[in-house]
């Protein structure tokens, strides 16, 4: 390309802080600009924090192609994801960054400016951080901090036999566009371009649910929240681990993109197993009390909500906790390569 | 050793935070024995919160060949020691570990074990984390969470002309322990383990100053506070630039330990110039007005401390921030591989 490329190095960590993160913390009287040993932060009186720490490793949570502002984008999507599922309002984010010798001044200008861009948008800003060099992979470790009235947070474990159970948005997205950027799905259309550059922005640009996440809490709707990244299979058998319950999703409730839809006409399976299985959608999941129908109706017309199943009993045989059924009400068994029906 | 190494990989993410970290977490409330998507904490009204991050790399900031018994105090160490140097009441922490294959299960036991020790005795919880494989190089970040009362936290930034200087224990020892690690140190006397063992203890074991800040916080004594942790001369460099003044050294009263004067007894400079310059031993340095020396001679009576210096107008011209002189008070020139006397 010609452009000059500048070695972490010969930069230097204050300097790189100086001119790249501190400007992230300009609106934090508390980050004291980066320059002392941690941050004093303060919250209203009647409210308590709430911290999570999410790590992504290049190579493991993001192929090596994917370029600094998506890593950053990526990384800060997870984190107010978590965020989201407790309800709270985000406020700080603290940053470690591990950085190899591959990465130059360039790559940490454009992650920092998607990062601030997107810290923007949600009102968050950086109170500290370090940045390491490291003779191993690239890594982003967020510990982000948010607030919420004392007693007031969604927690995992409050699920009731009878709740129904309602995810955000689209599932299966983010996984089916990483399969695009790995180039599995050579069995979809290939020739629909904005379909797949749609999954593929669920990937690489997760929108957290933080708007969701504090209606639910505000409205006392919820009685069980989590965000789905490890998949919506794995994450509402978190659910059903710590409300010790089981759960039963209808196979054609689960919410399909209008992309994956048109993508896998042919192949509708794929992009059910990926809604089923595929992680990194950060959509919320919730449990509610059917009391709570016109409740729910009224946030959906701001946020689309789909009602995917019902939580009852915690079964006594060895049956998974989370069973999935079919339009005929047949057990669908689903594993780990894929799904079929049973007989 | 014949011990049969269990992989992390066949152990499972869930089940190495059930087994060695859960117990780790509980103690504290708003862990939710780490099975939320995140902690939920609460501080006395008239506190806020001090939030540091630090982050280690294996090969960059520790020596591969260290066990994971002292990888865990390393890391804990550091970011203990900036809630000191903030005066701040440590509660909380977050890990983030990145494990590469070469780590089993039992590298993990180890790490958390004494991990746990550390906290203990500090009273500090596990209130979340993320463990993740990685295919490069072992990292560990720790983002520790304090508390301090509203408006009291020590700073970098109020040093002022006059102030004397004053460090907490000895300097110089980690660099030297690290240094017998290397094997770089074949001209001090290699008989005399009892001392070696002490450096390289202070290396691989620091010991954050948290009774000390908070001690300075809770007596008003300190105008800045930092902890040692890139050296001597750097840190005291840090403070000098927040505060806009200059400071002055004297070489004869940087405190040296025993170990490291009988071990350099022939080569004193070797000893001075980790003391000025080598990082890690996690002492504080604080300023202090000369209206406070009986304070501080009360508090040198359980914790020893040591005036080394005063801070002056900043310089107008371009000689560094930070002067060292020796006992004829003429200037040491300090260089970033050894130093010498000018004239």
């Known amino acids: 390309m010609g452009e000059k490329k500048t070695s972490i190095k010969s930069i ?37 924090i709430v911290v999570t720490t999410d790590c992504l490793v290049e190579g493991v949570h993001f192929l090596h192609s994917i370029s600094p502002e998506h890593v950053a ?59 390491v060099s490291t003779v191993g992979a690239m890594g982003v470790t967020i510990t982000a901090i948010g607030s919420i009235k004392k007693g007031s947070a969604l927690r995992r474990s409050g699920a009731k036999p009878g709740d129904e159970i309602w995810v955000s948005g689209t599932l299966g997205d983010a996984d089916l566009g990483l399969g695009f950027l790995k ?11 904005e379909s797949i550059n749609h999954l593929i922005n669920r990937h690489l640009c997760p929108e957290p649910r933080v708007a969701l996440g504090k209606s639910l809490c505000e409205n006392a709707i919820s009685t069980a929240c989590i965000d789905i990244s490890d998949g919506l299979l794995a994450d509402l058998g978190h659910i059903c681990a710590v409300s010790n319950v089981s759960a039963t999703i209808n196979m054609c409730d689960v919410p399909l993109s209008l992309a994956a839809k048109k993508l896998f006409a042919g192949n509708i399976d794929n992009a059910q197993m990926s809604a089923l299985g595929g992680g990194d959608d950060y959509e919320l999941l919730f449990c509610s009390g059917p009391e709570n129908s016109s409740k729910i109706a009224a946030l959906g017309k701001s946020i689309p909500l789909s009602k995917i199943g019902v939580i009852s009993e915690k079964s006594l045989d060895n049956t998974p906790a989370v069973k999935v059924v079919g339009q005929d009400g047949r057990l669908i068994e689903v594993n780990h390569h894929g799904w079929e029906h049973l007989k």
């Open 183 to 193: 180039k599995n799905h050579l069995n979809a259309d290939l020739s629909d371009t």
């Open 73 to 131: 984008t990526r990384a800060l999507g997870a984190n107010l994801s978590d965020l989201a599922a407790m309800g709270a309002t985000p406020r700080w984010i603290f940053l470690s960054l591990q950085l190899p010798e591959s990465k130059n001044e360039q790559w940490v200008s454009g992650f920092a400016k998607s990062l601030g861009k997107m810290m923007g948008r949600f009102g968050v800003s950086l109170a500290g951080g370090d940045t």
């Open 12 to 48: 230097g960590e204050f300097d790189l802080i100086a001119k790249y993160f501190m400007p992230l913390a300009n609106d934090c009287d508390g980050a004291f600009s980066l320059l002392d040993d941690g941050a004093v932060l303060d919250i209203p009186e009647d409210e308590s």
